[in-house]
């Protein structure tokens, strides 16, 4: 018997950063995560335990502060590129670079309507994601977005499913409809306007599911990944994955009282899992 | 040696309940996570394993659906009155009933900048809070807001401190003050329009944080308070904690690189911690 | 109208140590996260900005280190009173110091039953707590126990409860109990052997619960807290809080079988909670 | 453009189990979450909102009770088989069934040394988990174990590693190794012993650990796979991955004092990074 070692990576994960921009008249700020990862020529590091070939991951999470000094990190997905060159123009032993990143939103502070300059307020659980993977013939970007948590209280109806010995639950014309879309996108062409593609398809996105007359998870899935495909020419692919969060009716029946969809049960488990990937035809 | 029981309370936590309100053109929704709990005449249970004045925590959970199908859950403080109003004409084993409830915000979606009848966006971290405690006497308010995020990055510095033998820190002008403010106020008065009071005191909280000259978190800390406690005749009281979630300069001197307030490590632990009460003298 | 400043502290949160000790034939390991919090003559600093009296929370974390270097970490509450003393002699303008600290447990790992000497595995989520409290006059140690996960599957009765209109809720000879135990001890006596003694508490509890032949929540913690009492001489009070995560039954009927208190469904929320205070009288 | 719908699954997560086996003199526990999902024919619901061949995720909860009823819950490979038999052979519309579970460990709550029959103590965060994934032609079993929090206070060094000029970590002979571990191992044969087998690799995985003279995590890494792969046959490939949770030195420096590996600062984050493959060749 022998052991070959496979597929494996090392790389420093959790690096945060806030990079603030001082413009004359008020203050722009970035705060967001890596995770880097190396894959490489580190067999011997593994196997005999040489570490000639091991960039420390304390020097990736320098590198990061470094050149956070010498670009903007906006957008994130440049950022990110920046730091891939950087690697693999001086680790000849790195064959890929993968870094993920998620953006913590800020937004500015109103008073009387106006924003502050210098003042941000926390931006919700919602985060921007992007994930760059390069080799030295290759970039391959996807962007994304997590937790975009959304309901809908009316047009959302499960009917005419398939009915096993199992099965209790109620046909229903009209449910509440919550979930926390994942979503994940692949840029087809270059030169992508990175950010206004981002909030485009964020919104594509939230707009489709408040609007659709939903016969399923899966349907108002399928409409808002539609939705984006249709509207950016620039992304080939999207997948989504939406929890479906439910809120359950009260049953007040034993008290003599008719729940008319006024009173829920919102609850954490378990919940339905919808996921699917949508393309365009090449 | 004779032991006695001492103060005791039970009751059901992590109740949850959507109270979804159908206008003629719009819904209204309205998600609530309630803990109430009762104290009373309970010795026999503790003692003896007598249940006979023990009504079940599943009963309390069942109560908070039944009075929701009565009463608006808006504002929140007047919802937990009427169950609290409920426990105590009901059961005359208990002596007090403490009400601690937490809202999870929703936003209307916005399309095309006009907002959605019936669909919704989750509205961040941020908490309003309400505990309303009572016995057949009296009634107490606290109204709160737990994890408002804020950040300034100017206008906070933190200079001529104490120093002893194991300080090390630098004095700054010019720092990132980053913390999430949980805020609970008394109000003196009766008859309070809870929810506009509410948006007013957040409101007062975030303006002065974001305007204020900071010496140090206390200094910011108090002018809030003050603020709050100015601009409402209705409130009393006020307690604010502000963690002080530290945003460090990285480091770039070791690369013959100078950081002017630009690149910062956001960080989790440890942090300060400032809390303090303010109040109004009779 | 005017203002007074209330009570206020300040200190520095979540300050996290691993202290090692090499002993001669095997290390010994104490993990520990500290609160550290002043009151004091600080008035000037909320007020006006006025940082004289204020000792940096960076210099508070600084001085935790140093100290672990002098003394040892074990048992928690000496090192606390350790760090105490400093901080009250060398700060006349502090009152008051609450330290707070958690202990995550290692135990050593097993090798054919054999205890390694440098090797350890983390114990569980269970903790061990202290919070000590003192001024110059007085310190008061309160230790506890946190998130002692328990659950018997018979011995376990909820009957003959209070019903009213609301209440659905079945009587139950046997059910099973699961509950996360939070205890908090006060000590009557000086010179405590902290660390025994914590683990007999813990032990008196774990067995009462499994041995204790349970009507209700409240009736087996009202038992858990007098076995403490009697057993320990040197404890004079003790509050037990202890949720009741439900296990609820799978409801089989529906399908044509009978569920014979065989197959349950865990669940978080919602869950009653139970608290209670048990003393000596003088 | 056309766009087409790719690779999409949909079922149910977080499915809570607890099945209570009463044997004459004791009870046996076992506590599962349940990931369950499907792929098959399930364009119509997605393109048209057809739902006639969803089986609704609340009937694959339904299934899991009942047949939990029918079929031992350990070992959970084989508890899994039996529901996935279940979906397939009733459901032509799926052609892929996927099943990840965890495992929550509870012990037996022991007094004087003896194990209780039927009071229990949870086991820490460490879980056993097990993915089963199976079409009709093919079963697939992936076992594994997730956050296995281990540390060794010695024999573990960091040198001889690749410096640039972001470099500044130095050189360590001795170190603090921690890590919380998640494997996942495939297995090779069939009529596999799961259950012991499970606990004959966690031991391996933690003996290894502990006395591994460690020059990287990756050398520790690949030395733990080593051992599993070489002690069990029925095991042709196992994955690792372990995040180097750091734990600094505390500076002393400034205060005039050494520290001689002492006095340690447990981070979370930022963290290191390890994964790796090990095969055996065919």
Redesign the interface.
């Known amino acids: 018997?022998?052991?070959?070692?496979?597929?494996?990576?090392?790389?420093?994960?959790?690096?945060?950063?806030?990079?603030?921009?001082?413009q004359e008249r008020h203050?722009e700020?970035k705060?967001l995560t890596l995770?880097i990862?190396f894959e490489g020529d580190?067999d011997q590091?593994?196997?005999?335990?040489?570490?000639?070939?091991?960039?420390?991951?304390?020097?990736i999470?320098?590198?990061v502060?470094?050149l956070?000094?010498q670009y903007p990190p906006e957008p994130i997905e440049e950022f990110a590129e920046h730091l891939i060159d950087h690697f693999l123009t001086?680790?000849p032993?790195v064959s890929r670079v993968k870094i993920s990143s998620t953006e913590h939103p800020?937004n500015r502070?109103a008073?009387g309507g106006k924003p502050?300059s210098?003042?941000?307020?926390?931006?919700?659980?919602?985060r921007r994601t992007a994930m760059v993977t390069a080799t030295r013939e290759q970039t391959r970007f996807t962007a994304g977005i997590e937790d975009?948590?959304?309901?809908?209280?009316?047009?959302s109806a499960?009917?005419?499913?398939?009915?096993?010995?199992?099965?209790?639950?109620k046909e229903t014309k009209d449910r509440?409809l919550m979930t926390n879309v994942r979503a994940e996108w692949q840029y087809a062409a270059e030169e992508i306007a990175y950010s206004p593609i981002w909030h485009g398809v964020r919104q594509a996105l939230?707009?489709t599911?408040?609007?659709h007359d939903?016969?399923?998870?899966?349907?108002t899935?399928?409409a808002m990944?539609?939705a984006v495909?249709?509207s950016f020419e620039s992304i080939s692919?999207i997948r989504l994955a939406m929890?479906?969060k439910h809120?359950n009716l009260?049953d007040?029946k034993?008290?003599g009282?008719e729940?008319n969809?006024?009173?829920?049960?919102?609850?954490?488990?378990?919940?339905?899992?919808?996921?699917?990937?949508?393309?365009?035809?090449a």
């Open positions: 018997m022998r052991i070959t070692l496979g597929q494996n990576n090392y790389g420093k994960s959790h690096v945060r950063m806030l990079r603030l921009s001082r203050h700020i705060e995770d990862s580190f590091a593994h196997i005999v335990g040489d570490n000639s070939k091991i960039l420390a991951t304390d020097t999470k320098n590198t502060y470094v956070a000094k001086y680790n032993q800020w502070i008073i502050h210098t003042s941000f307020l926390r931006g919700g659980n919602e975009l948590a959304v309901m809908k209280t009316t047009g499960f009917e005419e499913f398939l009915r096993d010995p199992y099965t209790t639950l509440i939230i707009e599911f408040a609007d939903s016969r399923s998870v899966q349907h899935l399928y990944g539609e495909l249709k692919e929890p479906n809120y009260a007040l034993p008290f009282l729940n969809n006024e009173i829920f049960v919102p609850t954490e488990e378990p919940h339905g899992m919808i996921e699917a990937t949508l393309k365009k035809d």
